[in-house]
């Protein structure tokens, strides 16, 4: 049975995200679940052990009893076994924002990846907020370069455009434009989606909305909304 993916618009910890992540810890199993926090994305600005310390603070907060920052940094703790194992175990991967093109890139192809993988084939929720969210799709636009870059999947025909309520909002003209088929959403601050619906729709969580676009249209859905990333069905 595949797993639950949650995915978050940035300026996570706090506010009203809450809300949806105590509902993903209780898909984990419980505030007795094993998380795991990957602070990779912050690693290019020497930022991960902060960051990956604010998740484990944050989750605590919540109720959480077993939490852990994994030191994810590079190709080479990537392709560590030991942090491979405590992936496979986890039932909760959340990854956090900072350079989404290190994150892929460093995600891509190894021993990490293929832990999560295996931890989400087995139920297992996989969530991230901001780059984090972005490489969970099939697709997402690097900002330093301006180049659409593969994602890790997880989220077929579709691009995660963070914080839309302040600066994401500016790329989705052009991302229409580079990614037609793709489904593109835009997640506000303090905003989650998650896939915990009937036949794993999504739910939004939190203070902000859910913008879909798909080919010039716009749809927007605001917390307690169900939606669909089949675009025939919604848009």
Not at 54 to 61: D, I, K
Not at 97 to 122: C, E, H, I, R, V
Request: charged share 15%; glycine share 12%; net charge negative.
């Amino acid at each position: 049975m595949k797993g639950y993916i949650l995915l978050e618009g940035g300026a996570e910890f706090g506010g009203q995200m809450a809300a949806a992540d105590l509902r993903a810890i209780q898909l984990a199993g419980g505030f007795e679940a094993q998380i795991s926090i990957i602070p990779t994305a912050a690693a290019p600005d020497h930022n991960d052990l902060h960051a990956g310390q604010n998740g484990v603070r944050w989750f605590t907060h919540l109720g959480a009893k077993n939490v852990v920052s994994l030191p994810v940094i590079d190709k080479n703790s990537a392709n560590l076994a030991s942090i491979a194992d405590s992936l496979q175990e986890s039932r909760l991967i959340y990854l956090l924002g900072g350079f989404p093109d290190y994150l892929g890139q460093t995600l891509a192809g190894s021993m990490s990846m293929q832990a999560m993988l295996k931890a989400y084939n087995s139920g297992a929720v996989i969530g991230g907020s901001s780059a984090g969210a972005m490489v969970l799709c099939q697709h997402f636009s690097d900002p330093e370069s301006g180049k659409i870059l593969e994602g890790l999947n997880l989220v077929p025909n579709a691009c995660v455009i963070p914080h839309h309520n302040t600066f994401g909002k500016g790329w989705a003209s052009q991302l229409t434009a580079m990614l037609p088929n793709d489904v593109l959403i835009g997640i506000d601050e303090q905003t989650g989606m998650l896939n915990d619906g009937p036949q794993y729709q999504w739910n939004v969580y939190g203070k902000g909305v859910v913008t879909l676009y798909w080919r010039r249209q716009a749809a927007i859905y605001r917390p307690g909304e169900l939606l669909s990333l089949n675009p025939w069905e919604k848009i």
